[in-house]
């Protein structure tokens, strides 16, 4: 069974930086597309990137230039690298991974972009 938790959450000041993980276990076969979505307070989950088995990342537009998306394939883990947050970015944020047409969410952390 596949299983996603992720870490790194926190209160980071807006222009810093912080790195999100999402340690992945279980087993899973074929193309694969892992992604990091967030949802903040009365707001809908949306998405703020994904890379795929073939590295080719997708950023939302109000991410782009700030945050990273990367993967370690040692050790089955997926990072989001944000920098010069800003207070809008302040939000639960998953870890999602699809495969074989089915998905995958990990439980979520929080994420507090204040001064």
């Known amino acids: 069974q596949v299983q996603l938790v992720e870490s790194g959450g926190g209160l980071v000041q807006p222009g810093g930086s912080l790195r999100l993980s999402c340690a992945v276990s279980?087993?899973?076969?074929?193309?694969?597309?892992m992604g990091w979505y967030r949802q903040a307070p009365g707001k809908e989950r949306e998405l703020v990137a994904t890379i795929n088995s073939y590295s080719t990342t997708k950023y939302a537009d109000s991410v782009k230039g700030r945050f990273t998306i990367s993967t370690d394939s040692a050790k089955n883990t997926v990072y989001l690298q944000m920098n010069n947050p800003k207070p809008e970015d302040t939000a639960v944020y998953y870890c999602?991974?699809?495969?074989?047409?089915?998905?995958?969410w990990g439980k979520g952390t929080l994420v507090t972009v204040s001064s």
């Open positions: 999602k991974l699809d495969n074989r047409g089915v998905t995958y």
């Open positions: 279980g087993t899973f076969f074929g193309i694969t597309v």
